[in-house]
Structures are given as C-alpha cells and as structure tokens.
Nanobody, 115 residues
C-alpha cells in the first residue's frame, strides 16, 4: 500500500522560506520519479517540480531560481525547499510518486504566504 505523507507547510511571510518533506512508504522509492504539485483556491492543480530516479530535476518557470527539489533515497523522502516566497505561492502542495504512468498522491500540505 503506497503512502505519501507531506509535512512542513504553514504560514510564511512574503520573502521567507519553507521546506516541505514527503515521506514515502510501500514503494521502492529509489526507482520512482517524484514530484510536487500545488493547487490554489479556485484553480487547477499545477506542476511545480519533478526529480527522476537519477536525480535529474525539472522546474516550471514560475519557481525557477526560488524552489529546489531534492531526494534522499536512504530516507524514502523527497523535499521541496522554497525560498523568496510570494503570496501567489499560497496553495495546497501535493507530493506525487510516479512509476510506469501510475501516479500516487499524498494528502497535501497547506502553504500560506502572507504578512
């Protein structure tokens, strides 16, 4: 049974930083591509970043230079370091584990960027 548990969200001031974690169980973590999506109120879920089993990374334009995705295969955990946060980064952030076209989702963690 695949389980992804996100943590690290909360209230952050504009310009601040936060690190999200996603702990995986029930999968052979090292062979999965991992990613982060987000969904703001009233908007569709959108891709933020991905990291392959070989640790190649991809970022969408609106987070390039601000967010960093990484993984620790020994801990079955993927991270999203978010810097220079903006109010428009406010969303529920979801972790996803992908293998052979099958997506497994976490429950999400809220990140609110506000003063």
């Amino acid at each position: 049974q695949v389980q992804l548990v996100e943590s690290g969200g909360g209230l952050v001031q504009p310009g601040g930083s936060s690190r999200l974690s996603c702990a995986a169980s029930g999968i052979i973590f090292r062979i999965y591509m991992m990613g982060w999506y987000r969904q703001a109120p009233g908007k569709e879920r959108e891709l933020v970043a991905t990291i392959t089993s070989g640790s190649s990374t991809y970022y969408v334009d609106f987070v390039k230079g601000r967010f960093t995705i990484s993984r620790d295969n020994a801990k079955n955990t993927v991270y999203l370091q978010m810097n220079s946060l903006k109010p428009e980064d406010t969303a529920v952030y979801y972790c996803v584990a992908v293998f052979r076209g099958v997506n497994n989702w976490g429950q999400g963690t809220q990140v609110t960027v506000s003063s």
